[in-house]
């Protein structure tokens, strides 16, 4: 059974560009959530989508933004990009909203610069 | 809102024995997991507890205090594999989201 696949797993931008990340989840999981993860932060939530809509946000300005399609596969997109957005974006996805597991992707490192 | 409280490093030496501490703050709890993350890999999923209670899995253990808003990871026998970041993450608040600690960074010394 194929894993979580992030794409594209490297990306350097220029401040004031936007971005689009991927992440397909494991065959047949319905839940996807994202995370940023930075040096001493640990994993802050983004937002989660089950079943095409949006379910939780975090904390983020609106320049972060998301989607899923009817696959479950998910993208999220940063627009008007900031050097503080320079991070891993990770992608999770589970079986449903209450799975007592989550299954990471590997990642997208986005460096703006 | 959510939040976890969770060490930011602990050190300890191979063949021993190393708890981490984790509480939390949330409502409408689900359950409290803990994650392992090697340096530039994926978090993997090593427990979860949603009652009360010690659960074991091989050298790894974990333990939840509803009560106190509480849990730990122990891990036992510790091998120089084991150094890596450990998160808790709990389930909980409107929708259910999983929000992860800030992570402890455990380093295991020869």
């Known amino acids: 059974k194929a894993g979580v696949t992030q794409t594209p797993r490297y990306l350097i931008k220029t401040r004031g560009q936007q971005v689009t990340l991927s992440c397909s989840p494991i065959?047949?999981?319905?839940?996807v959530s994202w995370y940023q993860q930075t040096p001493g932060q640990g994993l802050q939530f983004l937002f989660e989508y089950f079943s095409e809509t949006q379910r939780n946000k975090g904390n983020f300005p609106g320049r972060f933004s998301g989607r899923q399609f009817s696959n479950s596969r998910s993208e999220m997109n940063v627009s008007t990009l900031e050097l503080g957005d320079s991070a891993l974006y990770l992608c999770?996805?589970?079986?449903?909203?209450?799975?007592?597991?989550?299954?990471f992707g590997q990642g997208t490192r986005l460096t703006v610069v | 809102g959510q939040s976890l409280e969770q060490p930011s490093e602990v050190t300890a030496v191979e063949g021993a024995i190393v708890q981490i501490n984790c509480t939390y703050q949330t409502s409408g709890f689900y359950g409290l997991s803990w994650y392992q993350q090697h340096d530039g890999g994926a978090p993997t999923f090593l427990s979860y507890n949603a009652l009360d209670g010690l659960e074991e899995t091989g050298r790894f253990s974990s333990f939840l205090s509803r009560s106190d808003s509480y849990g730990y990871l122990l891990l036992q026998e510790l091998q120089m594999k084991d150094s890596a970041s450990y998160f808790c993450a709990v389930r909980g608040g409107v929708g259910g989201k999983l929000i992860f600690g800030q992570g402890t960074e455990l380093s295991v010394k020869p």
């Open positions: 999770a996805s589970s079986v449903d909203r209450e799975a007592t597991e989550a299954f």
């Open positions: 065959s047949g999981h319905r839940s």
